[in-house]
Nanobody, 122 residues
Framework: QLQASGGGLVQAGGSLRISCAAS????????MGWFRQAPGKEREFVAG????????YYTDSVDGRFTVSRDNAENTVYLQMNSLKPEDTAVYYC?????????????????WGQGTQVTVSS
């Protein structure tokens, strides 16, 4: 199971960190991804992190503003979001990959969290 938390309302230019806690003993074996879905839009890939945290990848629109990290001892993955913009407003989902890597394609993920709402006001 994946449990996302930390969303909320923030002004443009502000920061927010969202977390995703995983249950089970195999968290450290799998890549993780963050996705988001805004109203009326398709779910889009935001960031991914490899099983050991050494490799990360970001979609262009968040590169340089967002940072994905993980703590395998705590079974948790984080998304630090800085310089937030109104267009970052969405429900953010964490997902566990089917392998030790991350992918932009949501079909490569086996488990999904319930989502956490991030709202950025202008």
């Amino acid at each position: 199971q994946l449990q996302a938390s930390g969303g909320g309302l923030v002004q443009a230019g502000g920061s927010l960190r969202i977390s995703c806690a995983a249950s089970g003993r195999t968290f450290s074996s799998y890549g993780m991804g963050w996705f988001r879905q805004a109203p009326g839009k398709e779910r889009e890939f935001v960031a991914g992190i490899s099983w050991n945290g050494r490799r990360t990848y970001y979609t262009d629109s968040v590169d340089g503003r967002f940072t994905v990290s993980r703590d395998n001892a705590e079974n948790t993955v984080y998304l630090q979001m800085n310089s937030l913009k109104p267009e970052d407003t969405a429900v953010y989902y964490c997902a566990r990959s089917k392998s030790n890597w991350y992918f932009q394609n949501p079909t490569e993920y086996a488990y999904w969290g319930q989502g956490t709402q991030v709202t950025v006001s202008s």
